[in-house]
């Protein structure tokens, strides 16, 4: 599985972003995907993730109620939308993938990762 994200950028304070990841390769609705982000200076931490159907997501409590992950299996694609965007909110955003489950993503470490894109708040 090869993993490409994109739609970061610049925005203020209170503004919104949509991130996108595009995957390759066969059999993309049986992997669990997620969204972790990583600040200057600080650990890689976990933001989101959605089952393989989409049905279950699990969301970190620092954006609880502020970004939305979902997916399309039929463009090989997962989204997070960003919405009420903080300053604290800048980092790299990464996508990755896991065929076990979406509980990996916030238990131990999925085994696929694709580039990140760059969020950036600006208060």
């Known amino acids: 599985v090869q993993l490409q994200a994109s739609g970061g950028g610049m925005v203020q304070a209170g503004g919104s972003l949509r991130l996108s990841c595009i995957g390759s390769g066969r059999m993309w609705s049986n992997y669990a995907m997620g969204w972790y982000r990583q600040a200057p200076g600080k650990e890689r931490e976990f933001v989101a993730t959605?089952?393989?159907?989409?049905?279950?997501?699990r969301y970190a409590d620092s954006v609880k109620d502020r970004f939305v992950i979902s997916r399309d299996n039929a463009k090989n694609a997962v989204y997070l939308q960003l919405n009420s965007l903080k300053p604290e909110d800048t980092a790299v955003y990464y996508c990755a993938a896991d065929i076990r489950g979406p509980e990996i993503f916030y238990t131990t470490t999925p085994d696929y990762w694709g580039r990140g894109t760059q969020v950036t708040v600006s208060s």
């Open positions: 959605i089952s393989m159907t989409g049905g279950t997501t």
